[in-house]
């Protein structure tokens, strides 16, 4: 949680309590367990707890410092979607990127390693590439290593 929601939870806590909380009650139970609560137990033995709580503030001071922060609070949460969407658009180049990336090593390791390269025509029938047309390939294959996988 941000810092925002943590006071805004704790100042409708303590507002919310000052309201309500006037009479608490303590009992124990067959186990031998304190229990507090705010409505009597159903057994006969508790003790009625008094609760001083201090009288409200000026209650329309208090509600629009409560709208200010609930504004303020707005205000972040479309912030932080606006980020997440950048983030989730962030997170799905980064994995296109290092898909290329391994695609490109795999050509460039393919081109390397197999002597005699070829393409197919439309025909069906194969072109094979010479010496300086398989450097070519090499060093294409190299700039999108060096393109995809140095981010």
């Known amino acids: 949680m941000d810092t925002m929601r943590v ?5 409708t806590l303590f507002f919310v309590s000052a309201l309500h909380a006037n009479q608490v009650y303590k009992w124990t139970d067959d186990k031998g367990q304190t229990h507090f609560s705010q409505f009597p137990p159903e057994q ?7 609760v ?11 509600g629009e410092k409560l709208e200010k922060m609930r504004q303020q609070l707005q205000e972040q949460s479309v912030d932080r979607n606006t980020e997440s969407e ?3 658009e962030a997170a ?8 290329n990336c391994k695609r490109a090593k795999q050509r460039l390791t393919d081109l390397k390693n197999n002597g005699r390269i070829y393409k197919t025509l439309e025909n069906g029938e194969r072109e094979w590439y010479d010496e300086k047309g398989r450097e070519n390939l090499i060093k294409d294959a190299t ?5 995809y996988c140095s981010k």
């Open 7 to 11: 006071i805004t939870l704790l100042f």
């Open 44 to 50: 006969s033995q508790s003790q009625n707890i008094v």
């Open 52 to 62: 001083n709580t201090p009288a409200p503030s000026n209650s329309k001071a208090a």
């Open 86 to 88: 950048e983030e989730k």
């Open 92 to 99: 799905k180049e980064a994995e296109r990127m290092a898909e």
């Open 143 to 147: 700039k999108d290593v060096t393109k």
